[in-house]
């Protein structure tokens, strides 16, 4: 397949206008129609031959888009002056390059076929990087080959993108890393520390799990701003659907409504996110509440609960251990343990609700599961046990016909 080429230029100014691009203008310069980037006739790459590898590994090299569609010129003619002769567009700086891209990409009737978004752009503008490069004109925010590479592009789902989800992080960090860049602005630089170390930055990094964001998760991918103090909990609960409901019907609700609270940040941080560990429950409330006061209070009973909670899994997981040890079957209690372990995690998005009663009522869920499982355990062993009394008469049957043969073995031997 053919793409049809590009009148840039004059196209692309009237996308960043808001006008719809001339998609079908076709080109005037020669090229025969089988002509085809790996092809030796293709003049661009006698020359250009360093860009060969790099752009055919990419995704519009394999929709047939060729160096002549993004930088005009002349792909039939092997001479340097008239290949860049007419509509050349040479090396597009970074405003440039917005305006060839979105030609195609701010095209949802171009698009639709691939089943891709053409909202780019839009997004783009509405970024603080838009913001800079095209109201501003600020070369040290991103275009889209920043991100995208200008060659070697590839769909996210591609594990050598740039943008897989692995990689997308240190894309972001190119520029969020660098102090001298990112000094001008007076913004911090530790995002990719922190994320890289958080449960989240854990999950994708570790055990390649997606479902995790990785900076786009929060910021998106083209419309990256810092969410409003108002709007963090609408960011966080888009994955955490129940904890985002628990936390609606608590207190701290209203709270972050008014903006005296930042929502999920009250307690979590955006970057180096992490679950709160259970010994630090009280302390964490005593950060905004007077020691005395009734939420202090709460936050001590609720530390109290959940240290209980994970004592009774952790003595659960023991009993198992040690029957598994002695032999026993344990598919039961292993079940019931994953019945507990469900409670153990349906309590802590719960916990958001500050709702004690609900709370009690899982733990005392929770609780009857452990506690037969070490029932259980306690009625293995005590049979263990009994069975080893039983054995105490064989024992002495034994001893004692030891003795009695070797005394008949002196009797003989005398
Ligand atoms: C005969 C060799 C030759 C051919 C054929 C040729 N180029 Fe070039 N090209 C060069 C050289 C040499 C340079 C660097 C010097 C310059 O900017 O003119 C260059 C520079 C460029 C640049 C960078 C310009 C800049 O402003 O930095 C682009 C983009 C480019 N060529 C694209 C093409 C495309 C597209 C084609 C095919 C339509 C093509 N070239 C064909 C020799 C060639
Ligand atoms: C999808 C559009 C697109 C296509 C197709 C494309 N380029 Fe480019 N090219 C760019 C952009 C944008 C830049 C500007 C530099 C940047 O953003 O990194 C560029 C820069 C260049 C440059 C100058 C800078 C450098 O990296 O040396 C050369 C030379 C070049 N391209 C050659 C080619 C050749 C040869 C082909 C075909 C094999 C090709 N380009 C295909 C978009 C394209
Ligand atoms: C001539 C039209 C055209 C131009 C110009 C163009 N693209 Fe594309 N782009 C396409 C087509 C067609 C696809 C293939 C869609 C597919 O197969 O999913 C594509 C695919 C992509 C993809 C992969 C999308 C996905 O996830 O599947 C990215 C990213 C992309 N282009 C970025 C760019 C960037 C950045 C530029 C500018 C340097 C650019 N494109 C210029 C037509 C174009
Ligand atoms: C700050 C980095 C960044 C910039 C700048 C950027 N992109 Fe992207 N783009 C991404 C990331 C990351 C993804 C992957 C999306 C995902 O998986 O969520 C993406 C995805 C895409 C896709 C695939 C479809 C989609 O929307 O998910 C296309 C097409 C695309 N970008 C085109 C562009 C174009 C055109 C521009 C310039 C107007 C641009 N991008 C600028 C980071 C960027
Ligand atoms: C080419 C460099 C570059 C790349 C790549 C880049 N950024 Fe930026 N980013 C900037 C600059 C420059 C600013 C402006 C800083 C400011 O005004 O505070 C900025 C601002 C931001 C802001 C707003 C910060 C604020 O407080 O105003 C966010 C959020 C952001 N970038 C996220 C991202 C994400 C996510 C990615 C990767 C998908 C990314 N950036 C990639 C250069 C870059
Ligand atoms: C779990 C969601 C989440 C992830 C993942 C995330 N961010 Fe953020 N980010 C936020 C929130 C929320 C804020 C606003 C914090 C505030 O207002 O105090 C923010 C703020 C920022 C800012 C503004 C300056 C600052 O540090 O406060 C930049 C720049 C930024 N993020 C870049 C990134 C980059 C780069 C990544 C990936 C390495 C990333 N973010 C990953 C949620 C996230
Ligand atoms: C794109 C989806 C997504 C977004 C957005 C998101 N998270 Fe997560 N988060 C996850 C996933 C998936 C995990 C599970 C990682 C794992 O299993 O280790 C997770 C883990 C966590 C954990 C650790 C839980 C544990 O058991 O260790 C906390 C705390 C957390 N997220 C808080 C937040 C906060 C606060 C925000 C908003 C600033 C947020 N998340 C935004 C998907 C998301
Ligand atoms: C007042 C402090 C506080 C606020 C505000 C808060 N959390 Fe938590 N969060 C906690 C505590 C404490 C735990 C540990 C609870 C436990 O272990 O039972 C926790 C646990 C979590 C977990 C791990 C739960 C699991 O399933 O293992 C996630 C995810 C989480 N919070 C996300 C969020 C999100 C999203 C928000 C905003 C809607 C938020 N938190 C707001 C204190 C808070
Ligand atoms: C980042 C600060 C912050 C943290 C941490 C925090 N709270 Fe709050 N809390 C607030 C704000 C602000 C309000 C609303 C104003 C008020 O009533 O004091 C509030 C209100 C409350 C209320 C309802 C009002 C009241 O005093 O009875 C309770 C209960 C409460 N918080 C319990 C907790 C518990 C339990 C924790 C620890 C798990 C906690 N808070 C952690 C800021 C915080």
Redesign the pocket.
């Known amino acids: 397949m053919r793409m049809p080429s590009l009148v840039v230029t004059c196209a692309a100014l009237g996308v960043l206008l808001g006008m719809p691009a001339d998609v079908t203008a076709t080109n005037s310069w020669p090229v025969a129609e089988q002509q085809q980037v790996s092809d030796t006739t293709y003049?661009?790459l006698?020359?250009?031959a360093e860009k060969r590898r790099s752009f055919t590994m990419g995704i519009h090299s394999e929709r047939g888009i060729q160096?002549?569609d993004c930088?005009g010129?002349?792909?039939a003619?092997?001479?340097?002056d008239v290949?860049?002769r007419g509509r050349f567009l040479?090396?597009p700086d970074k405003l440039e390059t917005i305006q060839l891209c979105s030609t195609c990409h701010a095209d949802a009737g171009q698009m639709r076929q691939y089943g891709l978004p053409a909202d780019q752009l839009a997004e783009f503008r509405t970024s603080r990087h838009g913001q800079l490069l095209l109201e501003r004109g600020d070369d040290n925010a991103p275009t889209c080959t920043d991100c995208h590479d200008a060659h070697t592009i590839l769909p996210s789902e591609d594990a050598r993108s740039n943008v897989h989800p692995t990689h997308i992080a240190a894309t972001c960090a190119r520029c969020h890393e660098d102090e001298t860049l990112m000094g001008g602005y007076g913004i911090p630089v530790n995002q990719f520390s922190e994320y890289r170390e958080s449960a989240h930055g854990n999950a994708v990094f570790e055990q390649a799990n997606f479902a995790a964001p990785t900076c786009t998760g929060c910021h998106g991918s083209h419309a990256a701003l810092p969410p409003g103090v108002t709007e963090i909990v609408n960011v966080c609960d888009k994955c955490h659907v129940l904890i985002g409901r628990a936390f609606s019907q608590g207190p701290h609700a209203s709270a972050t409504r008014e903006g005296t609270l930042p929502g999920c940040l009250g307690c979590h941080s955006n970057h180096g996110t992490e679950r709160v560990s259970p010994d630090a429950i009280a302390s964490l409330c005593a950060n905004c509440h007077e020691a005395d006061s009734r939420a202090a209070l709460t936050g001590m009973e609720l530390q109290e609960k959940v240290v209980y909670a994970v004592q009774e899994l952790v003595a659960a997981e023991t009993a198992i251990a040690e029957m598994l040890e002695a032999g026993h079957q344990v598919s039961n209690e292993r079940f019931r343990y994953q019945t507990a372990l469900t409670s153990f995690l349906e309590r802590a998005q719960v916990h958001h609700s500050l709702d004690l009663d609900r709370l009690e009522d899982i733990s005392l869920q929770l609780r009857s599961d452990t506690e037969l499982i070490k029932a259980t355990a306690e009625s293995f062993a005590e049979e263990r046990w009994e069975h080893k009394l039983l054995l105490v008469p064989v024992w002495f049957l034994t001893l004692s016909a030891v003795v009695f043969a070797w005394f008949k073995l002196r009797e003989v031997e005398r």
Do not use: D, K, L, V
């Open positions: 003049g661009c006698i020359c250009h160096c002549h930088h010129g002349n792909p003619s092997f001479e340097r290949a860049h040479g090396s």
